[in-house]
């Protein structure tokens, strides 16, 4: 079944649990969901607020609109 899932946040969340970070996915165009690839530096940096954004498996945006929520 397939899901759109709405992500916010357009960088990674950072998890300091050991001696080195981990970086989590918070914008879900990652290859390496759940951990954060840098998939967002190319997409994300362009993004214009108030605006939905669906993307296709390869990356590239698929549809924009106005977000309705």
């Known amino acids: 079944m397939a899901r759109l899932v709405r992500h916010d946040l357009k960088g990674p969340v950072r998890i300091d649990p050991q001696d080195k970070p981990v970086f989590v996915c918070a914008c879900g165009l990652s290859k390496k969901f759940p951990f954060c ?3 967002h530096k190319g997409h994300c940096a362009v993004e214009k607020d108030g605006r939905l954004y ?3 498996p390869d990356g590239s945006v698929a549809e924009e609109r106005d977000d309705p929520g």
């Open 37 to 39: 690839d840098g998939s």
């Open 54 to 56: 669906l993307y296709a």
